[in-house]
Each structure stands twice: as structure tokens, then as C-alpha cells.
Nanobody
Framework: QVQLVESGGGLVQAGGSLRLSCAASGRTFSNYAMGWFRQAPGKEREFVAGINWSGSSKYYADSAKGRFTISRDNAKNTVYLQMNSLKPEDTAVYYC?????????????????????WGQGTQVTVSS
């Protein structure tokens, strides 16, 4: 079992920045690929960014490229999502997820079903 706890969400004006954190406990954090997803009201959960176990590979949804940066610190069992130039359409609940099967995630990184553990989410609201 892996427990994930997100933090860092809040209310920010358009153009502002937020840094989300996801603290993991339980199994060995470095064994897991990590991802960030988000879900807006009435919409499906969508992939935002992902990172492999070592941090050497990172991938982003088109909506996040150039604005968001994912990183991880295996010594602190934490994954981060730095979000800059935020837009109102970024408003959503943001979730971090952990996945054991790196091969599966490499192919299906944007699919929520590729991940095994989820946090409870943190709300991000961007005002115009």
C-alpha cells in the first residue's frame, strides 16, 4: 500500500503560480512512477504530467507543456507540480497517483487505470 497526500492548492489569479506537493508513505517511493491528474466539475479526470521512478523521464499533456513542471525528490518521498502562468481553465481538483508497472505507464501514461494508488486531491481555483 502507498498513501498519497496532496497539498499546495488554493485560489490564485490568472497568470499566477502554485506549487503542488504529494507526499507518499508506505512502500518504497522510488519503485513507483508518479503522475498528476486533474478533474473539473462535470468533466472526466485528465492527465496533466508524469515522471518515471528516477525523474529522468517526464511527460506532459499539451495543456501543461511550457507552463507546468513535474519533479520528484525520492529522499523526501515527494513529487511536485510547479504550475506557472495559470489560466481559469486550469481550475480543477488535482490528484497525484502512483503506479508500479513502469512498462504499462510508458505506453498508457495518460490513462488513470495505469496507476494503482491515488491521493484525495487538492483544489486549485484560478480566477480571471
Amino acid at each position: 500500500q502507498v498513501q498519497l497526500v496532496e497539498s499546495g492548492g488554493g485560489l490564485v489569479q490568472a497568470g499566477g503560480s502554485l506549487r503542488l506537493s504529494c507526499a507518499a508513505s508506505g512502500r518504497t517511493f522510488s519503485n513507483y512512477a508518479m503522475g498528476w491528474f486533474r478533474q473539473a466539475p462535470g468533466k472526466e479526470r485528465e492527465f496533466v504530467a508524469g515522471i518515471n521512478w528516477s525523474g529522468s523521464s517526464k511527460y506532459y499533456a499539451d495543456s501543461a507543456k511550457g507552463r507546468f513542471t513535474i519533479s520528484r525528490d525520492n529522499a523526501k518521498n515527494t513529487v511536485y507540480l510547479q504550475m506557472n502562468s495559470l489560466k481559469p481553465e486550469d481550475t480543477a481538483v488535482y490528484y497525484c497517483a502512483a503506479g508500479r508497472d513502469s512498462s504499462k505507464i510508458r505506453v498508457h501514461r495518460a490513462s488513470p487505470t495505469s496507476y494503482d494508488y491515488w491521493g484525495q486531491g487538492t483544489q486549485v481555483t484560478v480566477s480571471s
